[in-house]
C-alpha cells in the first residue's frame, strides 16, 4: 500500500527504513533514508504508526485497525 502519496512511498519501504535505524528511528531518519523529505504531512502518522510499533515492522500487521491509525 502507498504510505506517502507525495513521495510515492509504500509500506515496504517505509517498513524496511523504520526497521534499519531501529537503534534510534525518527522521521527524518525514515524520510532521509528513502532519499526524500516530508511534503504535505499526511503520512506522518501512518509512518509514526510504524515507528511507535503500532503496525508491526517485520509483518505489516497492525495492533490497531486502519481507520485508528488514520485517525490519530
Do not use: E, H, W
Not at 531518519?29 to 511534503?39: K, M, N, P
Not at 509512518?47 to 503500532?54: E, N, V, W, Y
Amino acid at each position: 500500500m502507498i504510505v506517502c502519496s507525495c513521495n510515492l512511498l509504500s509500506d515496504t519501504q517505509v517498513r524496511s527504513a523504520v526497521a534499519s535505524g531501529a537503534t534510534r528511528p525518527r522521521m527524518s531518519y525514515v524520510y532521509a533514508s528513502l532519499g526524500c523529505t516530508a511534503q504535505c504531512g499526511r503520512c506522518v502518522r501512518t509512518i509514526k504508526a510504524f515507528l511507535r510499533g503500532s503496525i508491526d515492522v517485520d509483518d505489516g500487521k497492525s495492533s490497531t485497525s486502519r481507520t485508528d491509525v488514520a485517525a490519530r
